[in-house]
């Protein structure tokens, strides 16, 4: 491409467009904003965690429509308590959730030290027992660590 040139005062002097400079700069910004593609976030939770401050949903209910499932940290992995009895695993978890009726708010109290995780894979399991009422409490401080 050839530059014009302006012969003044016997000096050469390069001359630049720049109407259509900025032509194709516009193009361009206008290409890039039509292809842009905001990426999802991955992950999120339809039960927001509560705040300290406020009190839960499931105190001001019924005692009886409420089911809670403890996760603790063992040594060989996460111990799950149903409604304070321990379940095996994460299957008869998901065996037990199916006998209950589907309208129980089901509330998690993981411990603090306990992986994020098993307080998903707890989570899972109930939305695959088909329990739309989930709720997460604070993380509260195993009994071995309250009392230091």
């Known amino acids: 491409m050839k530059l014009p040139t302006k012969a003044t005062d016997n000096k050469r002097r390069f001359v630049i ?48 429509e409420v089911v809670k499932i403890h996760v603790a940290r063992g040594r060989e992995g996460p111990q799950i ?18 006998r209950l009726p589907r309208d129980i708010i089901v509330v998690i109290e993981p411990e603090a030290k306990v992986a994020y995780k098993h307080v998903i894979s707890v989570f899972n399991t109930c939305i695959k027992a088909k329990k739309t009422n989930i709720s997460f409490t604070i993380p509260r401080m195993s009994t071995a660590q309250s009392g230091d």
Request: no cysteine; hydrophobic share 50%.
């Open 81 to 98: 308590y149903l409604q304070e009895r321990r379940v095996a695993g994460l299957g008869d978890l998901l065996l037990n959730l199916h």
């Open 17 to 64: 467009m720049m109407t259509p400079l900025i032509d194709v700069i516009f193009l361009l910004m206008i290409f890039f904003i039509m292809t842009l593609n905001f990426l999802v976030p991955e992950g999120i939770l339809e039960n927001r965690l509560p705040d300290q401050a406020r009190t839960p949903k499931y105190e001001r209910e019924k005692d009886w």
